[in-house]
């Protein structure tokens, strides 16, 4: 039965059940005044007012069947159109992490359960489309890292050779800068793409994420040197997180690495870390110039890059945010980009606390 039907025949039980009250209440009505005629006589029957009667029909004969028509009809009608939520509900909540998962189908045949089909469809070609591209990922890094290293080490030893002239070691040089830069573009390209496939290693412990925030402010500290940047750790609570201390590392240097080159000559930067909600947050807030609101929503798009006046003069590949949103998220954290009002911006990222071991 199609769902037009459906409505259909809901439609019309209502509209059955409410005549049905109106014909029972005018029958009661009417036999009433029959009985009165039949023992009064006419006198008796004429003595009922016609307007009266009319009301009396309509207030309880025509009431209750409006209101079983609202209410009843109501149901009815949610029950026809609560596949429709539940499908909208998947649409809502569908992303590359659950495309595995199918919409399950009513079974009955009609528009939306072919629809649940074509979603369903939809949703295996998108899975894989999106392991192709990621095992393409895995596959052409795995095959690029053994040229890349040969390449690395064949510049190397031109560069150490005797007989090679200043030119040709400022040639092999210039060479092996961009080698180790392809280098770290394949490497971070596979992390990313074993991050997507949940093929992430991390070896969670108690992680003592003040201290990892007191040795980035001062590692900061030097990275910022002769930039004229200054470097402040305003607040540094005391707080434990389960996690790879490797990771996390990564994931603070990757920030406090943007937070210096995508600032200003004797700029500033803030860091802080507070509990909040029962997580661990932490905060790096620079003088850097900030992206206009069609592009912040970008920010954590892989090779996105939002200060093209700069991108020549600062090094950098663009995945540096995505390998940190991926590891804040395989800890069950959230990372967000943010514009304060005095026209800072900032990266913040909250990982649920521990109790200190």
């Not at 999106?130 to 290293?149: C, D, G, I």
């Not at 093929?199 to 925030?213: G, I, K, R």
């Not at 004229?228 to 005391?238: D, E, R």
Request: aromatic share 6%; proline share 4%.
């Amino acid at each position: 039965m199609t769902l037009r039907h459906r409505i259909l025949l809901y439609y019309s039980v209502t509209l059955s059940f409410s005549l049905v009250i109106v014909g029972f209440w005018s029958w009661f009505e009417f036999t009433e005044q029959r009985n009165e005629a039949l023992r009064g006589g006419a006198e008796a029957a004429l003595k009922h007012d016609p307007l009266f009667e009319t009301f009396e029909i309509i207030l309880y004969g025509g009431l209750p069947a409006i209101l079983l028509g609202i209410f009843g009809g109501g149901m009815l009608m949610r029950r026809a159109l609560r596949p429709i939520e539940e499908l909208t509900e998947a649409l809502e909540n569908t992303d590359v992490s659950n495309l595995s998962d199918l919409v399950p189908r009513s079974g009955n045949g009609d528009e939306l359960d072919r629809m649940t089909a074509v979603f369903n469809r939809m949703k295996e070609r998108l899975g894989r489309s999106f392991t192709q591209a990621r095992e393409f990922t895995l596959n052409a890094s795995h095959e690029l890292k053994t040229p890349l290293t040969i390449m690395h080490g064949t510049l190397e030893q031109a560069i150490v050779r005797e007989d090679a002239t200043p030119q040709e070691r400022e040639s092999a040089a210039t060479l092996l800068e961009e080698v180790q830069r392809l280098s770290s573009i394949v490497g971070q390209l596979s992390f990313l793409a074993r991050a997507d496939a949940g093929l992430m290693p991390l070896d969670c412990e108690p992680v003592a994420l003040h201290v990892l925030a007191g040795d980035l402010a001062e590692e900061t500290t030097i990275l910022a040197a002769g930039t004229g940047i200054s470097v402040n750790l305003s607040t540094c609570a005391p707080l434990y997180v389960r996690g790879d201390r490797m990771r996390l590392r990564q994931v603070l240097l990757n920030l406090a690495d943007n937070a210096v080159k995508y600032n200003m000559g004797n700029g500033s930067i803030e860091m802080t870390l507070e509990g909040r909600n029962g997580n661990a947050v932490f905060t790096i807030r620079n003088t850097g110039v900030a992206l206009v609101p069609e592009l912040r929503t970008r920010v954590f798009d892989r090779f996105f890059r939002g200060d093209p006046a700069h991108n020549g003069a600062i090094e950098g590949s663009g995945l540096g945010l995505s390998i940190a949103k991926s590891i804040v998220e395989a800890h069950g954290g959230t990372i967000v980009y943010e514009v304060l009002p005095d026209g800072r911006t900032g990266v913040s990222f909250a990982i649920p606390a521990i109790p200190p071991p």
